[in-house]
């Protein structure tokens, strides 16, 4: 068994840094202002978890720090943002965005392909990580015969497969049942584990943000920015089931869910 | 898919239907007896009267040659069509300042009625096969073109996102999504190109020819031949049909990846 302490992972090297990040879309109904002010740091090896109401910049903020937005007219960025290789990230997008004319494994090594590995190599890392995203035997299939929860698992193992240092992930389980949904959230908490890749990881479920995160970013809504931040302090190992046992689960749940209900109620009075 | 055993069923079906339709025709023309026929047979003709006619065609006149020449001026133009098809449509997708500048020019060029080019179109290139392909390709280019621009622009940003996060280069992204994307979308305007060009060469032949099955009918219009102008049509329906039964295959074969779409 290889049970590391997290404690005694130096994190000092910052992996990501966004400072007084503000993004707005101008489109042709007018301009919407996404983000105003973000800023928060990674550091190597960390997985950082984001929550906040929907609509409030969560793929906003991924795409920018992924350099995605670089390439639009029809963004108006200011701030600052800092990632130390650029040219090894992974993204697992919201929606998965697989390429329909390719079968699943073709999918899984394209990352491989890009860099020019050799053929038998992509081959065995993909069907590797099918196996452990359950979905071993699928490998010829196409996407449109799998369903929306195969194919996030599917986008979430094309993600690893080329071993990027640092991993953007946009509600990666958010379609899973929730028998699949924690044997995944140990898979990520193994990967992470062994790998000590720096994550960030949005999702809307409150009790997902908890059990994988180091810590928790809240964000709020219109123009979303980062509006608390919580360090989890559960035991490691930690495992989906066991942590949510925890006392301390329990009382990050109140306090985010605290926050995420006051800026309900400020979106309402904003409305009147 | 459906299963198999219905299949024959089905074709029993078919093959009884169209049976009946030829032998109620032959009746009505008086092919079967005489005294009963509600119909003029100079204007209707008869199964046994196009057969007969096919057979001249075929054994006597060699008909061959005028299917080889059309179907060969269609497909060059086809040819054509996709070759400066996709290419234009690769430059437009590209580049915004070709695509904003021409656009108007492409839809008022393809909306010109293409039997009203066709004599400008004889005088320009002669009687020979060339206006022929001149005018299968007028048609099949702007299928194409439509095709590859609209498909390139409708590829999902998310799987260009994709690449560039993997630091994709511009070729790989060409290779491992434009291509793709493109040919699929060339498949899907196959069918009607296929149709298009070979509409296009008939009516070149119309216009002015020496040969080919545009040609041959306009031939036998003029000496009041109606037999072979029912048997020049049935020639024409198969070849359509058969190439568009032929795309469908090469289609299906290329288009495994995409769902099948029930209405
Ligand atoms: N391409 C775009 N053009 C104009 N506005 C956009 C565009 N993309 C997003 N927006 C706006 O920016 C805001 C933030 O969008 P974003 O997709 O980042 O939200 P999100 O937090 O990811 O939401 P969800 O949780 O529902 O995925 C929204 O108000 C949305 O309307
Ligand atoms: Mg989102």
Redesign the pocket.
């Known amino acids: 068994m290889e049970i590391r302490r997290q404690e005694a992972v130096v994190m000092n090297t910052e992996c990501v840094s966004v400072e007084g990040l503000s993004v707005s879309?101008l489109?042709p109904t007018g301009r919407?202002d996404?983000l105003r002010n973000v800023s928060f740091k990674l550091y190597d090896g960390e997985l950082v978890t984001i929550v906040?109401p929907?609509?409030?910049?969560?793929?906003?903020?991924l795409n920018a720090i992924a350099g995605l937005l670089n390439f639009r007219k029809?963004v108006l960025m200011s701030g600052k943002i800092f990632v130390k290789n650029p040219k090894s990230i992974g993204y697992v997008f919201?929606r998965d965005a697989l390429l329909p004319w390719r079968t699943v494994i073709e999918n899984v090594t394209l990352g491989l392909e890009v860099r020019k590995f050799p053929e038998e190599k992509r081959k065995k890392v993909a069907l590797d990580l099918l196996k452990m995203v359950g979905l071993e035997g699928y490998e010829n299939k196409y996407p449109h015969e799998l369903s929306a929860g195969m194919r996030q698992r599917v986008a979430l193992a094309r993600a690893i497969a080329y071993d990027p240092e640092f991993i953007l992930m946009?509600?990666p389980l958010g379609l899973l049942d929730a028998q699949t949904r924690m044997a995944l959230q140990d898979e990520i908490l193994r990967i992470h584990m062994k790998t000590r890749k720096t994550i960030l990881m949005?999702t809307?479920d409150i009790a997902e943000a908890i059990i994988l995160g180091s810590r928790v970013l809240v964000m709020n809504s219109?123009p979303?920015s980062v509006k608390s931040e919580y360090v989890v302090k559960l035991p490691k190992p930690r495992s989906a089931l066991g942590s949510r046992l925890d006392p301390e689960f329990n009382r990050l749940y109140r306090l985010i869910l605290d926050d995420l209900k006051e800026d309900m109620r400020m979106g309402q009075l904003d409305l009147l | 898919m459906k299963p198999s055993t219905s299949n024959w069923k089905l074709h029993v079906r078919r093959l009884a239907l169209l049976m009946m339709f030829l032998l109620l025709w032959e009746a009505l023309a008086g092919g079967i007896y005489p005294l009963f026929s509600l119909l003029d047979p100079f204007y209707s003709s008869s199964p046994s009267r196009i057969g007969r006619e096919l057979y001249i065609l075929f054994f006597q006149e060699n008909v061959l040659k005028d299917i080889f020449v059309t179907l060969g001026e269609a497909f060059a133009g086809l040819i054509l069509g996709i070759v400066s098809g996709v290419a234009l449509g690769l430059l437009f997708a590209y580049s915004e300042l070709v695509s904003s500048t021409l656009e108007p020019f492409m839809s008022a060029l393809n909306s010109i009625p293409r039997p009203a080019l066709a004599p400008l179109v004889i005088f320009w290139f002669g009687i020979g096969i060339f206006s022929k392909i001149f005018l299968a390709w007028s048609l099949a280019f702007f299928v194409i073109f439509y095709n590859t621009y609209l498909g390139i622009k409708s590829i999902d940003p998310d799987i260009l996102n994709i690449m560039r996060v993997m630091n994709a280069s511009r070729l790989q992204i060409m290779r491992i999504v434009i291509l793709p994307s493109v040919v699929s979308w060339i498949f899907a305007g196959l069918r009607l190109s296929v149709s298009y060009s070979l509409i296009g060469a008939i009516i070149g032949e119309f216009v002015g020819a020496t040969v080919g099955i545009g040609y041959q009918l306009i031939y036998a219009e003029g000496l009041l031949m109606s037999d072979r102008l029912y048997a020049l049509v049935l020639v024409v329906a198969i070849m359509g049909a058969t190439l568009v039964e032929l795309v469908k295959r090469i289609e299906s074969r290329f288009l495994r990846w995409r769902p099948e779409i029930i209405l």
């Open positions: 879309y489109s919407v996404a906040g929907s609509g409030c910049g969560k793929t906003t903020l029809d919201q946009d509600e949005v809307h219109r979303g």
